[in-house]
């Protein structure tokens, strides 16, 4: 079987592991393989216990809050609202108690086997070191957003998740780098986080390639089927190559191949942003999540990592790091001590479907096409279960989890 990925991101890189590994012969094709990418400039969270999605009961009324500030949590450029409109129509959809209840319970499926293939391939790559199930603990400045809250948190400990109420002064002597704006915490011992998702990336591109997986520097502008058992993958050099499957796993911008194929699809790039500190000057032993303003902080080996921020723009758009130093300033009200001097800003295009359910399985019109893309936030801790889900469907196996609320033909 030869197998061709377009994208080698983390979730391209996933499934090449878990094909190679099945005795596939699998080909890898990006515009650049050991490039910058969204997987390496997430926050390094394995966040088992995100099951429930973005879109719930009142969120539309606190987005037209954060959208009303021009570098709040989350934006829309102007001339990318009208290309928006479908997709958020699905998304105010999603947002119902019966949808929002059926999506947890596929996020939970999905995330509940993060640790089970996760800490597999990482004794493979030798980084078993490398994952700190050390929790993450979500603070809030004020009782009525942590009042605001409440549903969620039923929802995911109905989910199995253990979510453990603190206040203020007990966040304080987990993480004493916390000020005195923290009032309410919740502790969840489930969350865990990496050293750095980079070395992670490079880890396993590297192994890959020394075990005959092949990376291809170029570009897929098309996929067409030449028999019942050959696809032909087109090439922007011109070049083709002839294989027996494909996997589309190339992130945001998964959603042209898959419409190619006829194959409809809402699929947005959520544009993401962090600043990373070398030398922040404070210590923090697991991430913090600032539930309230939706922005996060992860110590790395690299530096502190704080990321956030939802920038609606399409593909083409040229960032804004105004919105990593909004990140920064919101982060020494939470964190006083923080010394900003050292930061490096970056920006990153997350793959987002308006149900916060990833896309997983076959193309409805082509039986040798398969998907794996839209993680959203999600894409390092459901990266290692899509990769073995993707070869279980190849090797026409039983699925490990049912993978039929991740189909593409939900967007019909």
């Given at each position: 079987m030869r197998v061709g990925i377009v994208g080698a991101g983390i979730i391209g890189l996933a499934c090449a592991y878990h094909l190679q590994r099945s005795q596939a012969q699998v080909i890898v094709v990006d515009p650049d393989p050991d490039g910058d990418k969204v997987s390496i400039g997430n926050a390094g969270a394995l966040a088992v216990t995100e099951v429930v999605p973005a879109s719930s009961p009142g969120v539309w009324w606190r987005a037209l809050g954060w959208m009303c500030d021009p570098l709040g949590p989350l934006s829309i450029r102007p001339a990318h609202a009208a290309a928006l409109l479908p997709w958020l129509a699905r998304f105010a959809r999603s947002g119902s108690r019966a949808e929002v209840l059926r999506i947890s319970v596929a996020l939970a499926a999905l995330n509940g086997r993060a640790y089970e293939d996760w800490v597999q391939v990482l004794e493979d790559l030798g980084l078993a070191g490398h994952l700190h199930r050390t929790g993450a603990l979500a603070v809030y400045e004020s009782d009525a957003g942590f009042q605001r809250d409440t549903a969620e948190w039923r929802i995911k400990r109905d989910r199995g998740i253990e979510a453990i109420e603190m206040t203020g002064a007990q966040a304080r002597s987990l993480e004493p780098a916390l000020g005195a704006c923290v009032r309410r915490a919740v502790y969840t011992p489930q969350w865990s986080h990496v050293s750095d998702p980079r070395q992670i990336l490079d880890a396993l591109r590297v192994t890959l390639m020394g075990r005959g997986v092949e990376l291809k520097q170029d570009e897929v502008r098309g996929v067409q089927s030449l028999s019942g058992t050959t696809l032909q993958m087109h090439l922007v050099s011109g070049a083709e190559l002839s294989v027996d499957m494909v996997v589309i796993a190339a992130g945001a911008w998964s959603g042209i191949l898959a419409r190619q194929l006829g194959d409809r699809v809402l699929l947005e790039s959520e544009r993401g942003y962090n600043a990373t500190i070398s030398q922040p000057g404070i210590e923090v032993g697991r991430q913090l999540i600032f539930a309230e303003r939706k922005f996060v902080a992860t110590s790395l080996t690299c530096g502190l990592r704080i990321g956030g921020a939802a920038e609606f723009g399409g593909l083409g758009a040229d960032p804004d790091y105004r919105r990593s130093v909004a990140l920064l300033n919101l982060?020494?009200?939470?964190?006083?001590?923080?010394?900003?001097?050292?930061?490096?800003?970056?920006?990153?295009?997350?793959?987002?479907?308006?149900?916060?359910?990833?896309?997983?399985?076959?193309?409805r019109h082509h039986p040798r096409v398969l998907y794996a893309f839209g993680h959203g936030h999600l894409g390092l801790t459901q990266a290692a279960t899509t990769g073995r889900l993707i070869s279980e469907l190849v090797g026409r196996q039983h699925p490990s989890i049912d993978p039929a609320a991740f189909s593409i033909g939900r967007f019909r």
């Open positions: 982060a020494r009200r939470y964190l006083p001590d923080l010394q900003t001097d050292s930061a490096t800003l970056w920006s990153g295009h997350r793959p987002t479907t308006p149900d916060s359910l990833p896309v997983i399985g076959l193309s």
